[in-house]
């Protein structure tokens, strides 16, 4: 899509987010009823507030076309987490003992589906656990655009726990 752009003779801003952290919201049913979340194995990425990339994309809209990088800018979290870290972050901000239990592909594959999840997502999701390398990269981009620095996952979990009850 951005090389279509870019052919056409457009300069659009480019932001690309890692990992969001709003993902984790798919682990809400397995929280309420039990202290595992269980799923397929991701690589290990820096997990991004989704309110940090909707601060990020204001300031794009908001300034001047010609005082912007056009990109791309990848929007980050300020460190890379694994899944058990993110649920180990999610278990301090709920008080619990909460843990991650990887599962094979075609495991994970059966139990998102019988969970009602559309086939498409859950065929993407699989996909990206199986072949995603893992980035050990963390920009400043947030920081750069929004004018402060992007938050941390802890601090996402903290403020989204009561979904989880």
Do not use: K, Y
């Amino acid at each position: 899509m951005e090389a279509l752009l870019h052919d056409a003779g457009l300069r659009p801003v480019v932001l690309r987010s890692d990992t969001l952290a709003s993902n984790a919201r798919g682990w809400v049913q397995q929280v309420r009823v039990g202290d595992v979340v269980s799923g397929p194995e991701t690589a290990r990425t820096a997990v991004v507030d989704e309110r940090d990339v909707a601060d990020a994309a204001v300031a794009v809209l908001l300034t001047h076309h010609d005082q912007l990088n056009h990109g791309p800018c990848v929007l980050t979290g300020p460190e890379v987490l694994s899944r058990a870290d993110q649920v180990a972050h999610l278990g301090a901000a709920l008080r619990r003992d909460l843990r991650f239990q990887a599962l094979p592909a075609d495991l994970a594959r059966s139990r998102m589906l019988a969970d009602g999840r559309p086939e498409p997502l859950v065929e993407a999701l699989i996909a990206a656990s199986v072949w995603r390398p893992e980035s050990h990269r963390v920009t400043d981009h947030v920081e750069r655009l929004a004018g402060h620095p992007a938050g941390t996952f802890a601090r996402w979990a903290i403020d989204h726990a009561a979904e989880f009850n």
